[in-house]
């Protein structure tokens, strides 16, 4: 085994240095003189060091599976230019002191949510640690806490205090944080998400107790790589940035959005297996146009009017610069609630430098393909024998259509062009005509096909005859007793997908789609419901959640190292989600698979996008792994807790 060493000194400033390809850089660690070494390939992985929040900790015995981009040269996952970050340095003749030896050092372990296990330490650790009376003498396991922990998550009857009590465990103990939502995420997984996150948005500043992530507002102009910088981690993997302006069909919330990035990333970890500190939840605040917030005296946001135009274009691509510079080609960034305007252009303009992914135009549309394919094995045919009617023409509703374009296209080889004409779109206006060409926006022209104008859905319905209904308008019942019927009585089983978020806006209830269709719909929400009895048939309705697609999205670009963001990559996601629904589903009327099998569910979808960048030549990591799933299953983060000694 060959070691690199490189001695550091530690003083009031920081520490510094290199071995080989890793670098480092402590800051305001108590003097001391340390040697750190960085092991070559045949380190023993049962030896590691912690650092979090450049906070060291002593030797770790690590007995879980290491996570996505561990520092193990032997790895298709492992940087080139790897920062040493908590889980990620070791060393081979030396313990690294955490703190100075004083009675301070445990208080502080106890407040370090990275580390902090709470009466999980042992007596050993509580030894080790000056934790001796700082704790009550039991010693429990984690997955006591979390039966604990879940116990008093259901004395909540508020949604939103559900919300915050897990907000606050991830700000104390963001292993037990973790392990408490995977191993109860049907459950959890609408608190700390859609449609909870919604009303914390909206009460963000009034509920604001600690800052998660990064704000970066009209201020940072011109000092957006500094403020990247203020960020501990410096291994950043994913970043999920929003502007506020479009927050699930609730608008402009500003600032307040950025519960979205923090949630969406919360799921990354929890259902993708991304490590924690490898993600960033960013907010680009350039002002609201919400007048309730600017007035409200607990806004945290700029209290001005949103920039727009040239102003606000400089400051997004001083900010996806800065990115690219800071933490390399290969971290993802996920555009998240942008406006129609902002959205279409960012992913137009970046998509070929970065690599970027817009979740309401691309997940969306993936999620939603998904559920599509699985509905063909209930009602037969294929994509292309079926006719297409959208309520809502905006980022969520044109990118499925257009995925179920190319996904016709590819299938049936015909002209893109042709298979676009299978899909009409209802806005505001009504049906889009080639009449309306004039008016219309860029991202709706490809939908202006030639028909006669129609303004209202039923009539659209009536006239289109189509298979399909899908709402993406944000307006919540528009799916009416009227519309409902006539789609029965064009279908024997029609299929509505009734997709806005949050449950408020949905299009129409799972109740309202049974009940009006005799039974015989094929429902989907974006938002969960509850199960629905019908003439003595228990129905349960699909949820078409992008948290099927990203998180397992996300991983298979990590692992293979991919640069860009190929719609290839959204299909083959698209198939790996259909292909888990079992016939135990489609008996109980589901087109998706249930959430619980989400970790398993992910690392195919994270195994067929990583086959799909190996075979486009976009991949980075070499060799590729013979067998994708396990490797996928082997990257992701475990929450167990780790022995200290």
Same mark, same amino acid.
């Given at each position: ?7 550091? %000194? ?11 390809? #890793? ?68 060393? @081979? ?27 999980? #330490?042992?007596?050993?650790?509580? @030894?080790?640690? !000056? ?36 907000? @606050? ?23 700390? !998400? ?74 990354? /970890? ?50 996806? $610069? ?15 609630? #942008? ?72 299938? $049936? ?64 019942? $528009? ?29 129409? $209830? ?16 974006? =938002?969960? %419901? @509850? ?16 948290? !099927?697609? %990203? ?8 692992? =293979? ?12 996601? /698209? ?19 249930? %959430? ?44 167990? !807790?780790?022995?200290?000694?």
């Amino acid at each position: 085994m060959i070691s690199l060493h490189r001695s550091c %000194f530690l003083n009031n400033t920081g520490i510094s240095g290199s071995s080989g390809p #890793f670098s480092y850089n402590l800051k305001k660690l108590p003097p001391a003189s340390v040697k750190v070494t960085a092991l070559g390939p045949n380190r023993d992985r049962n030896s590691s060091v912690l650092i979090e929040n450049n906070h060291p900790l002593k030797e770790i015995k690590n007995d879980v599976t290491s996570s996505v981009a561990d520092v193990d040269p032997d790895s298709t996952v492992a940087r080139e230019d790897l920062e040493v970050s908590y889980d990620d340095a070791a060393t @081979d003749d030396q313990l690294v002191t955490p703190w100075s030896l004083s009675v301070a050092s445990g208080y502080a372990l106890l407040r370090d949510p990275h580390h902090n296990k709470g009466l999980a #330490f042992n007596d050993k650790e509580r @030894d080790a640690y !000056y934790l001796r009376g700082l704790l009550p003498p039991a010693v429990i396991s984690q997955d006591l806490q979390v039966k604990k922990m879940m116990h008093s998550i259901r004395q909540y009857q508020v949604p939103l205090q559900k919300y915050m009590a897990m907000m @606050d465990l991830q700000e104390l103990n963001e292993r037990l944080f973790y392990k408490l939502l995977i191993n109860n995420v049907e459950e959890l997984l609408p608190v700390v !998400y859609t449609p909870t996150v919604g009303e914390a948005c909206q009460k963000y500043g009034s509920i604001f107790r600690r800052p998660q992530g990064l704000f970066i507002s009209l201020k940072e102009k011109g000092k957006i790589r500094e403020v990247l910088r203020n960020w501990p981690q410096r291994n950043i993997q994913v970043i999920v940035v929003t502007d506020g302006e479009r927050i699930l069909g609730l608008g402009d919330l500003g600032c307040q959005g950025m519960g979205i990035p923090i949630g969406k990333l919360s799921l990354y /970890s929890a259902l993708g297996g991304v490590r924690p500190s490898a993600c960033l939840p960013v907010t680009i605040d350039v002002g609201t146009n919400n007048e309730k917030l600017l007035n409200d005296e607990f806004y945290i946001g700029l209290r001005q009017r949103r920039a727009t135009g040239q102003e606000y274009a400089e400051l997004m691509h001083e900010f996806m $610069t800065a990115v690219k510079q800071t933490y390399g080609e290969k971290v993802l960034i996920q555009f998240e609630d #942008f406006a129609n305007h902002n959205a279409f252009d960012l992913l137009a303009k970046y998509s070929t430098t970065h690599l970027v992914f817009n979740d309401d135009i691309q997940g969306t549309a993936s999620v939603v393909l998904a559920g599509l394919v699985a509905a063909l094995k209930v009602v037969g045919g294929t994509l292309a024998d079926h006719r297409f009617l959208f309520l809502g023409a905006g980022e969520a509703g044109t990118g499925i259509a257009e995925l179920i374009a190319l996904e016709i296209s590819k299938q $049936t080889n015909m002209p893109l062009k042709e298979a676009r004409k299978k899909i009409s779109l209802v806005d505001s206006k009504g049906l889009i005509v080639k009449s309306r060409m004039d008016s219309l926006q860029h991202f709706k022209k490809p939908w202006a096909h030639d028909h006669e104008p129609i303004k209202n859905l039923v009539d659209a319905v009536n006239g289109i005859k189509p298979t399909v209904l899908i709402g993406t308008s944000g307006v919540g019942r $528009t799916f009416t007793k009227e519309v409902v019927e006539a789609m029965a009585a064009l279908n024997e089983k029609p299929i509505i997908f009734s997709l806005s978020n949050p449950t408020s806006q949905s299009e129409c $209830t799972a109740e309202e789609a049974y009940t009006w269709s005799q039974g015989r719909a094929i429902f989907a929400s974006g =938002s969960p %419901f @509850d199960p629905v009895e019908y003439n003595g048939r228990v129905f349960v309705p699909g949820q078409a959640n992008n948290a !099927y697609i %990203f998180p397992g999205l996300g991983l298979g670009l990590i692992m =293979s190292g991919a640069i860009r963001v190929h719609d290839d990559m959204l299909l083959a996601a /698209s198939e790996a989600l259909a292909a888990q629904v079992t016939q135990e589903n489609f008996d109980k009327g589901l087109i998706y698979p249930p %959430f619980r099998d989400i970790r398993k569910i992910s690392a195919h979808i994270a195994a067929n996008v990583a086959a799909k960048a190996y075979e486009l030549g976009l991949a980075t990591r070499t060799p590729r792994p013979h067998d994708l799933v396990k490797h996928a299953d082997n990257c992701m983060y475990n929450p167990a !807790y780790q022995s200290y000694r």
